[in-house]
């Protein structure tokens, strides 16, 4: 069974601090996602990771993919207030290894993040 | 534009009644997905569906039920079999994927709370 665990799961940090966020997972993946969900809403794609060594940046946020570890980070450099909500992981695989055609998303539990002024 | 529209945004149940949520979309999209959120436990997938008059359970499934009879449509009923159905509830779907095509839409979801 697939398992994702992100942590921290909860991040109080000031405004200009930089942090990073984990996510490990237990078998092999096809993509990772990262995700922001602000309160009571829907989520926000941030990233798609498709392949080992693979690095994205947008803003303040930088992820990226080590799949030999297993392992996704999400770097948040300066952070502002406008950073505050929830991010999850998601690790998308095919769940029978049937060719591409039984994908389903697997979540991290998400981590709150609180960026204080 | 293309998208998935959930609803109600909001919706009461009383114990032992049956509740349906609806998710529709227009984006062509072949597979569609049921997710339950509950506070610090992250989004737990319900059921899924590769294509029509077919669909999975995913991990959650106990005190559901779900149809795909249009490409379109993919209704979730909480049964009263479900005894703790309080939760918020996202619908997504994705076209069926190659190697190079990916990415998964999100609806923006119903709050489903007992009363």
């Known amino acids: 069974e697939l398992k994702v665990e992100q942590n921290p799961l909860f991040l109080s940090m000031q405004e200009g601090k930089n942090y990073t966020i984990y996510c490990n997972y237990s078998t092999t993946s096809d993509r990772l996602y990262w995700y922001r969900q602000d309160p009571g809403k829907s989520l926000e794609s941030l990233f798609v990771?498709?392949?080992?060594?693979a690095v994205k940046q947008e803003g303040r946020l930088m992820a990226s993919l080590d799949t030999k570890a297993r392992l996704s980070t999400l770097h948040i450099t300066a952070a502002v207030h406008d950073l505050s909500a929830t991010y999850f992981c998601a690790v998308d695989t095919d769940r029978f290894n049937s060719g591409g055609s039984n994908y389903k998303l697997t979540f991290g539990k998400g981590t709150l993040l609180t960026v204080n002024p | 534009d293309g998208g998935i529209t959930q609803s109600p945004k909001y919706l009461f149940r009383k114990e032992g009644q049956n509740v349906t949520l609806s998710c529709e979309q227009n984006l062509n999209h072949d597979a569609m997905y049921w997710y339950r959120q509950d506070p610090g436990q992250g989004l737990r997938l319900i059921y899924y569906?590769?294509?029509?008059?077919?669909?999975q359970k995913g991990d959650i499934a106990e005190g559901y039920s779900v149809s795909r009879e249009k490409k379109e449509s993919f209704p979730l009923t909480v049964t009263s079999a479900q005894k703790n159905p309080t939760a918020f509830y996202l619908c997504?779907?994705?076209?069926?994927?190659?190697?190079?095509?990916?990415?998964?839409?999100f609806g923006s979801g119903t709050r489903l709370t007992v009363v």
């Open positions: 990771l498709l392949s080992n060594g």
């Open positions: 569906s590769q294509i029509v008059n077919d669909f």
């Open positions: 997504a779907s994705s076209i069926r994927r190659s190697s190079n095509v990916y990415g998964y839409t």
